[in-house]
């Protein structure tokens, strides 16, 4: 259901972690110890979602650290200018602190999303 909910459908846009995670913690039709589980595994930003950061970069999560809303991130643009290179940040630090989920339908950056999450070519 979570992954159903952040995957864009024909009828709706995706729905951002967050709020998906939400709804499914306030729905009475889903057993809130599997959900929690659920969260705690893909974390509060799961890999391959977009983040505004404090600086007001936008980010890609690449993957899930020790604290929840400490994700390991890589900048790609800022004031819509796009890095020719993403940057790693580190989101435990104030400046580059995890300010907010970005839809990806904003994300206008072209990035190889595969390649920073470690997925290569065989």
Known sequence: IYLAKISPRAYRPAKTADIAAKELLTSPAVDRRIVSILIKEFGIYPPGSYVA???GETAIVVRRRDKAHTPLVFAISKD???????????????????????????????IDRAALLGYHHV
């Open 80 to 110: 819509n200018v796009i890095h020719h290179t993403p940057i790693e940040r580190d989101t435990a630090q104030p400046a580059f602190a995890v300010a907010g989920i970005v839809q990806r339908s904003a994300v206008k950056a072209s």
């Open 53 to 55: 950061l404090a600086n």
